[in-house]
């Protein structure tokens, strides 16, 4: 090998490490630091006709975290913890719970870390947030509340219930919704939606072309772990290997126009999951993160019949 060639070479390699990992860089700076648009709320219960108060408890790995409590009257059949989804806070999670709490249900509207209140950092596509999940679990049955637990998560709050129902004797049903099968599926769908948009800008398509080159989710893999010292996976992480081992029922719901989790991938998660109680609802017409509001009397039906079977 000549010494034109060998520069060439170093040249390429050292453009390909800055490509690489200033698009890493780039990519995972969204799920660090601490993000202010993920941290504002303006609504409360009062706003929705609830009653409840402010909790506060610690992730399994310290993490501090805040909820509301709002219970059902005059009676209980058990408690639903919900779980919003990246770039929210509990608040958004008020409409599900009125619902849930006129059915009977005490709520534990949860802030996710990174978000809302609660303390953290650092995000991921679910991994994370399951140990929130599993903080929640364990602050209900500290208060002695002995009733069924179930959990509903929305988009990545979604995958952290699915995530943490694998790893909790004490989850009885789970309702996902909008649940994703890895964060490698999110960022590939999102591309491939825009890159065929035709009313997409040419330099905006161009920056969609670009995320699509080989090798990008291994390298933001790679950054992330590097800057956090947390392994997502080359998938950056996907729900799959937990579905496999959820033994209790799970409702997963899914937007009939969701281009970000589609309905078709919401299949293999169902194809995937043990048992015989698990069924999907499909919303007609609604987005990802719209199944609720494009059809609240579907939802609100799927999800307290399902909870009405499986939760007593």
């Known amino acids: 090998m000549n010494?034109?060639?060998r520069i060439w070479l170093a040249a390429l390699a050292v453009l390909a490490l800055l490509f690489y990992g200033g698009v890493g860089w780039l990519e995972t700076s969204s799920m660090i630091g601490n993000n202010p648009r993920w941290r504002g709320m303006n609504r409360g219960p009062a706003d929705f006709g609830l009653s409840g108060?402010?909790?506060?408890?610690p992730s399994p790995d310290g993490i501090p975290l805040k909820a509301w409590w709002l219970p059902a009257a005059p009676a209980s059949r058990g408690t639903v913890i919900v779980a919003h989804g990246i770039d929210h806070?509990?608040?958004v999670?008020?409409?599900r719970a009125v619902f849930l709490v006129q059915g009977g249900y005490d709520v534990l509207a949860l802030d996710l870390r990174g978000h809302g209140e609660s303390g953290g950092t650092v995000v991921s596509p679910?991994?994370?947030e399951s140990r929130d999940i599993l903080g929640a679990v364990r602050y209900v049955r500290s208060c002695g509340n002995n009733r069924p637990i179930a959990v509903l998560g929305v988009s990545y709050g979604a995958a952290a219930?699915?995530?943490a129902a694998a790893d909790s004797s004490e989850i009885n049903a789970v309702v996902a919704?909008?649940?994703f099968l890895s964060g490698r599926d999110v960022f590939e769908d999102i591309n491939h939606h825009y890159l065929h948009d035709a009313g997409m800008k040419l330099w905006m398509r161009a920056l969609f072309l670009g995320a699509s080159c080989p090798g990008l989710i291994p390298a933001t893999s790679l950054v992330y772990r590097l800057r956090t010292g947390i392994g997502l996976g080359p998938d950056l992480v996907t729900v799959m290997p937990a579905v496999r081992r959820i033994g209790i029922p799970v409702l997963l719901i899914t937007g009939e126009r969701d281009w970000i989790a589609p309905t078709?991938?919401?299949r293999q998660i169902l194809a995937a999951l043990p048992g015989h109680r698990n069924s999907l609802a499909i919303i007609p017409g609604a987005l990802h993160d719209t199944t609720y509001s494009a059809a609240p009397e579907v939802y609100s039906g799927a999800v307290l019949k399902f909870l009405a079977d499986n939760v007593r």
């Open 177 to 179: 919704d909008g649940a």
């Open 161 to 163: 219930t699915l995530i």
């Open 126 to 128: 679910g991994l994370l």
């Open 3 to 5: 010494k034109r060639l």
């Open 264 to 266: 078709a991938k919401t």
């Open 53 to 57: 108060e402010t909790v506060s408890f």
């Open 93 to 95: 999670m008020l409409p």
């Open 89 to 91: 806070t509990r608040q």
